[in-house]
């Protein structure tokens, strides 16, 4: 038993003991898992251990690599200290700023798009309707499924011969795209994809965060007489204002980090067209042509992308704070 | 045209609302439906345009083909297991952790706590690369064997084995409760060990269940660290084995290829369908409350 001061003693200690030895060890163990600091340092040291493994470490370690040159056919010898070259070639390549240009055009139509249509279901949940519940249940389904299997059913979906996209273009006489083929239609393709299978984190959020306006606030817009569009501007959209940033900022950094889906649609092509800024790294790391140092470049770069950010985030959560004190 | 009454605005409202209803159920229930559609389809009718929407003759031997064209069996036993070990790992890791930085004193507490929630700014995808590296290389001279660690259960589930989000999310779970019963544990002599497990786990296991479900859902669905660190059939879960279905069938046989997917999907929308209300509450949890 262990107990918080070491010296009081627990009512059931006493009734276990038996033998000597095993009331020595417990003596023992009491004297220092009783000492509250000993305790803390043991029950923090699993995630510690595992976070400095396998989060710190690497990070310190992809740093120094993208200060090297690596050489892949001479993996044993001494790195070579090579300073900011890794980085200087990455912005001076053609590829890599193409890279830069999609992972921005991605990010902001996928959350742009989420967030969007993420309201416009929120506020259409918020309504007394029936089925609503199921069609909320319904909707949030994609969110929990595997990108890697998502992405598979909608490579079939947009085929351009026997896809259901492209039924549903031929009735308005449309001819499909070959989206995943061609260049300009690839990251719209999985930008449609991400954005189906995210909105109904965001309109589940966005349902909460309706729910969680005042009733009396509503009511006294329209004593003031104001009407329904009036009431959503003055009261709706800047009661859901923090959520609606929280939203954003959560987003950006998940779609930062969007992998699967391109990985089984595309493999980041049709010539580079939706290789992001992960599929980058990865490409770098694992791919043809692998280059260990610019790859871990390009990890950095995206790492602090994804810091400034949270530091944005970080810096109005601050402010509000402030205002609200 | 007159003004519209009150009445005939509310009617308007609803048959509008009905409509909204109905074309967001459609959006994001075709795509599934197409894909259990599709699962059942022959070749003939994959290949017809317009395509039929329901196959007139169910063909469940594309679930066999499936099943039989890449080790769906093997997949599944390796994804439980990584779902398994990672989900249980990270509860360990986030309860201890949790239970430390809210109830016990320790100097520096918050510097420490800082610590953690820095590792929330440091994706996985970032450290892909070292990590990859330690278990290639590294941990042979580590250990001193010959073997690496790649394809190995292991190096599939310790990255992911700590938690900065699960430490955040259950210390805030942790706080909330109340005081005076704790206060309680601790006249009547309870240890940190008896109250952990028998006063804050017990009280706390909304959050604590919360957390469980997002960890098993994201270990279950993970992908790119599996992808680069299994190299064998016998060890790549299934999120990696429908990929390899779907390059061996090449995109031409969309009735075996949806069957494998309906593998990957149905068992999560199984465990959806029973717990819903309990798995949007929790997986929204951290945003709403964080």
């Known amino acids: 038993m262990v107990s918080t001061s070491g010296r009081t003693e627990s009512p059931l200690a006493g009734t276990a003991v038996g033998t000597q030895p095993r009331r020595a060890s417990r003596a023992w163990f009491r004297r220092w898992a009783g000492k509250e600091w000993v305790l803390f340092l043991l029950f923090i040291l699993p995630n510690f251990f595992f976070l400095a493994m396998f989060t710190y470490w690497p990070l310190w370690e992809n740093v120094k690599m993208s200060l090297q040159q690596t050489d892949l056919l001479a993996f044993k010898s001494e790195p070579k200290y090579v300073g900011f070259d890794n980085y200087q070639w990455l912005f001076d390549n053609r590829t890599f700023r193409l890279v830069v240009k999609n992972t921005v055009i991605f990010i902001g139509a996928s959350v742009g798009f989420t967030l969007l249509f993420g309201l416009l279901i929120a506020l259409l949940l918020n309504q007394k309707l029936r089925f609503r519940t199921g069609v909320r249940a319904l909707v949030f389904a994609p969110t929990l499924l595997s990108g890697a299997a998502i992405g598979i059913v909608w490579a079939y979906i947009f085929d351009p011969r026997f896809g259901l996209l492209a039924q549903i273009l031929d009735w308005f006489s449309i001819p499909s795209p070959h989206w995943l083929d061609r260049p300009e239609w690839a990251l719209p393709a999985i930008i449609i994809v991400y954005v189906w299978k995210n909105l109904g984190f965001a309109s589940v959020i966005f349902l909460a965060g309706l729910q969680g306006i005042p009733k009396d606030l509503y009511d006294a817009a329209k004593v003031d007489g104001a009407g329904a569009w009036w009431r959503f501007k003055s009261v709706t959209l800047p009661m859901l204002s923090p959520i609606s940033f929280f939203l954003m900022v959560t987003s950006v950094l998940s779609t930062f980090q969007a992998f699967d889906i391109q990985q089984v649609m595309t493999k980041g092509g049709p010539a580079f067209a939706t290789t992001t800024l992960v599929y980058y790294v990865y490409e770098q790391s694992f791919g043809q042509g692998a280059n260990f140092g610019r790859a871990a470049a390009a990890a950095i770069i995206l790492f602090i992308a994804m810091l400034v950010v949270t530091a944005i985030q970080m810096g109005y959560t601050e402010k509000k704070v402030h205002y609200d004190g | ?290």
Not at chain 2, 18 to 41: D, E, H, N, Q, R
Not at chain 2, 100 to 107: E, G, I, M, V
Not at chain 2, 136 to 147: A, K, Y
Request: overall charge positive; charged content about 15%; proline content about 6%.
């Open chain 2, 1 to 290: 045209m007159d003004r519209l009454t009150v009445k005939q605005q509310e009617r308007l409202g609803r048959i509008g609302g009905y409509a909204g209803l109905l074309l967001v159920t459609l959006i994001i229930g075709l795509p599934m439906f197409w894909m259990l559609s599709g699962s059942l389809k022959t070749l003939r009718e994959i290949y017809t345009f317009p395509p039929d929407w329901i196959p007139k003759d169910p063909q469940w031997s594309n679930f066999k083909e499936a099943w039989q064209s890449v080790p769906f069996g093997r997949f599944y036993i390796n994804s439980i297991i990584i779902t398994f070990f990672g989900t249980s790992l990270q509860l360990i890791c986030g309860i201890l952790c949790a239970y430390a930085f809210a109830f016990l004193r320790f100097p520096f507490k918050n510097i420490l706590f800082l610590g953690v929630l820095a590792a929330l700014m440091v994706p996985g995808e970032v450290v892909i690369l070292p990590n990859f590296i330690f278990f290639g290389n590294t941990i042979r001279d580590w250990l001193g064997t010959e073997d690496n660690w790649v394809n190995t259960y292991q190096a599939v589930v310790l990255p992911g084995a700590a938690t900065a989000f699960g430490t955040f999310l259950m210390r805030q779970g942790f706080m909330t409760l109340p005081k005076d019963v704790l206060d309680a544990a601790k006249v009547d002599g309870a240890g940190h060990l008896r109250t952990m497990f028998g006063i804050v786990l017990p009280m706390a296991k909304p959050i604590v269940i919360t957390f469980g479900m997002i960890s098993l859902v994201n270990k279950w669905n993970d992908y790119l660290w599996p992808l680069v660190i299994t190299r064998t059939d016998e060890m790549r879960p299934i999120t990696v084995g429908v990929r390899l279905l779907f390059d061996a069938e090449g995109n031409n046989n969309w009735g075996v290829i949806m069957a494998g997917t309906c593998f990957v999907v149905i068992p999560l929308l199984i465990v959806y369908v029973f717990l819903q209300r309990y798995i949007i509450a929790g997986l929204t949890a951290g945003a709403t409350k964080g």
